[in-house]
């Protein structure tokens, strides 16, 4: 498998922009996506802001497992706010704005014993596709934020006005380099690389051996496998169940790998966490 890079000119430019704007804001909240929390963490990003206080969320809560609590409780240990959520429920909004409004209170308490009124700033930030906008837009209480399926649906730095908060929308932003290329994998995965430019029929069956060796119960259940096999003979399975056959009976792979990875980043096979927290507590 080919090795995984991506950095586009406007991450370079959205990265500049965010460092010059850093020291307006009070706080940090650094989306992750919950079935891939070390993969979805910046850290040439993170450098730039510091002490700034941070909270990070790790999205998509309702496509992981119990491991991205551990996730949370974990980064929590490392002095960070933490919390898992589903962006697109609104239920979410007030464990959210809680975290916020506890990453502000000891500047808001002083500002009020002043008698001074002040709306508090936080920049959101993260990975391609781990959705930022998404979030935002369930806290300014409508569709403020462009979202898309795609990654690098947004591509300026902007600010949004919310109730409580001012929120600096910016790109999703990607390290120049990957030197863990299992965390790229992962990446793809998800969709915070643009399918584009990958070999897309590597990552399904990257996908499939990774979750044959995770998840084999989800690949059984919803492709009716009695077995594990090699990743080619489990897409082959996938292909037969959802009946992606050519003339001759010959499999049709590229049918079957866009349905299986379809099926992944959809929740479709389960709920999955792809990493374990005790082996990356180095990351936050």
């Known amino acids: 498998m080919d090795r995984i890079q991506w950095f586009p000119g406007h991450m370079t430019k959205a990265m500049r922009e965010m460092q010059e704007k850093k020291d307006l804001c009070d706080g940090i909240v650094c989306v992750l996506d919950a079935r891939a929390p070390a993969a979805t963490v910046n850290h040439n990003l993170l450098k730039i802001f510091g002490a700034k206080p941070i909270l990070f969320v790790l999205n998509k809560g309702d496509l992981a497992d119990g491991e991205a609590d551990n996730f949370v409780r974990m980064i929590e240990k490392k002095g960070h706010f933490c919390l898992k959520c589903n962006a697109v429920n609104g239920s979410s909004k007030r464990a959210l704005v809680a975290k916020m409004q506890g990453i502000t209170k000891a500047k808001r308490e002083r500002a009020e014993a002043k008698g001074i009124h002040k709306t508090f700033r936080f920049m959101v930030i993260g990975i391609p596709n781990t959705g930022k906008s998404t979030l935002i837009n369930l806290l300014s209480g409508e569709k403020r934020a462009k979202t898309g399926d795609k990654a690098g649906v947004t591509r300026d730095v902007r600010w949004i006005r919310c109730s409580d908060f001012d929120l600096l929308d910016t790109p999703g932003t990607m390290p120049p380099s990957f030197d863990d290329q ?17 070999h897309m029929d590597d990552i399904c069956l990257a996908l499939l051996e990774e979750l044959a060796q995770l998840y084999p119960e989800h690949l059984k259940e919803r492709y009716h496998l009695t077995e594990m096999g090699t990743p080619l003979e489990l897409l082959e399975g996938a292909c037969q169940r959802m009946g992606f056959l050519m003339r001759g009976g010959e499999y049709d792979y590229e049918r079957g790998q866009k349905a299986v990875i379809d099926d992944f980043r959809k929740g479709r096979l389960g709920k999955v966490t792809l990493e374990k927290a005790s082996d990356y507590q180095e990351f936050f």
Not at 182 to 198: M, R, T
């Open 182 to 198: 299992n965390l790229a994998k992962h990446l793809a995965y998800i969709g915070s690389i643009n399918d584009d430019i990958l």
